[in-house]
């Protein structure tokens, strides 16, 4: 068993770290004050191929490895959970779908431009009366010759009103229930799409959460990834991916949080010492190093078993829930340790701690995870 990176996955920690620095932590408290969705970072990120970071190379990506793609998100996070939002819905959401999924005609019409930052993606299953349920979904597609037309309303659709293509998983049969779900390709230019950007969130607020209405939109046939009744392992595979990155994202967070806290008490001093000789600030620091570790060896190996090709879909549940809920804990433990000062923006700690807890819900809040770990353990399914 071997922990180390190799000189990709160093070259790509090394990149994506100063490029955060720089380009990312600058803006970020600013940006989660006034809502800014981060175009100009995606624009950047696009110049160094950060956009396609995992897609192959033949479709113009980096072809980077699971690891390397987890490590990426992992220093995004570090400076940014919204930025982190944004990436991975583009990535792991809309072009892995694309690219696991669809046609070569899709994948050669999309992936190209999506890799180059020029198409900016979103992909949605939740409706106002749909979260987890995704067999539930009502926004139905009905088959009309050469086109599809879809109805319904959609909600937090990450980067909706922002994107250039959405892809929306609908019902086409209600009596065949998840197996009547199919997966569609949605210009947003489309007639009968329109996008209504969420404001008033507690956390995650630069990036784009918005309700998608579709009211007799139609779009080509050949705008359906795969064959109807593939829609939810489309989404079940999408989701696998995306817990990935936010269980990395998470990882970010929280080590900001365990070095924003050793700095911290080494430079802050009370009653004539420094705040870190104390030993109950320092058992608040150790378990947050402690879980931040543990939470980055759950993501290493959800990111090395993808790599393999091996069934990892517990492994990703078990980084996703464990990471989050590390990531909250630690934010919580964080803001302690700064005392008034960590209640305040002037440190991006309470910042994390609304974000992170935004990843406690989205792509399956931790009770669902929790289900399945335990129903896989005990092979006895919970309600």
Not at 165 to 192: E, N
Not at 196 to 209: E, F, N, T, Y
Not at 309 to 323: C, R
Request: charged share 25%.
């Amino acid at each position: 068993m071997d922990f180390e990176l190799n000189e990709t996955q160093l070259m790509v920690r090394t990149m994506v770290k100063d490029f955060a620095e720089k380009e990312v932590a600058p803006t970020a408290r600013e940006d989660d004050i006034n809502e800014t969705f981060p175009t100009e970072i995606l624009k950047k990120m696009a110049a160094l191929g950060l956009m396609g970071a995992p897609i192959p190379e033949e479709y113009g990506g980096m072809g980077l490895d699971w690891l390397s793609y987890g490590i990426m998100i992992e220093e995004l996070g570090y400076q940014s959970q919204a930025v982190c939002s944004t990436v991975r819905a583009h990535i792991s959401l809309g072009a892995q779908s694309i690219l696991q999924w669809g046609s070569d005609e899709q994948k050669k019409k999309y992936l190209p431009d999506m890799a180059a930052g020029k198409i900016l993606s979103g992909f949605v299953t939740t409706e106002p009366n749909v979260g987890s349920d995704i067999a539930g979904i009502e926004c139905m597609a009905v088959d009309d010759g050469d086109s599809w037309i879809l109805n319904g309303t959609k909600t937090w659709c990450t980067n909706g009103s922002n994107a250039d293509i959405v892809i929306v998983i609908a019902q086409t049969d209600k009596s065949l229930k998840g197996r009547g779900l199919g997966a569609f390709i949605i210009p947003t230019d489309s007639k009968g799409y329109s996008a209504h950007a969420m404001h008033g969130k507690m956390g995650l607020r630069s990036s784009d959460s918005s309700e998608i209405a579709l009211e007799d939109c139609r779009i080509p046939k050949e705008n359906l990834i795969g064959k109807i009744g593939e829609g939810f392992k489309v989404a079940m595979s999408a989701f696998d991916r995306t817990r990935y990155c936010v269980a990395a994202g998470a990882v970010g967070a929280l080590q900001q949080c365990v070095d924003a806290s050793a700095k911290y008490v080494a430079d802050r001093v009370q009653f004539g010492k420094q705040l870190g000789q104390f030993q109950l600030v320092q058992e608040m620091i150790s378990e947050m190093r402690v879980e931040c570790e543990a939470a980055r060896l759950l993501v290493y190996r959800a990111g090395c078993l993808k790599e393999a090709g091996k069934p990892n879909t517990i492994e990703t549940s078990m980084a996703k829930w464990y990471s989050t809920e590390a990531a909250f804990r630690g934010a919580n433990n964080a803001i302690q340790v700064h005392g008034s000062y960590g209640y305040t923006n002037e440190y991006p700690l309470e910042r994390i701690l609304r974000d992170v807890k935004a990843c406690t819900i989205l792509e399956g809040t931790s009770q669902m995870h929790k289900l399945i770990i335990g129903r896989d353990t005990t092979g006895i399914a919970a309600f």
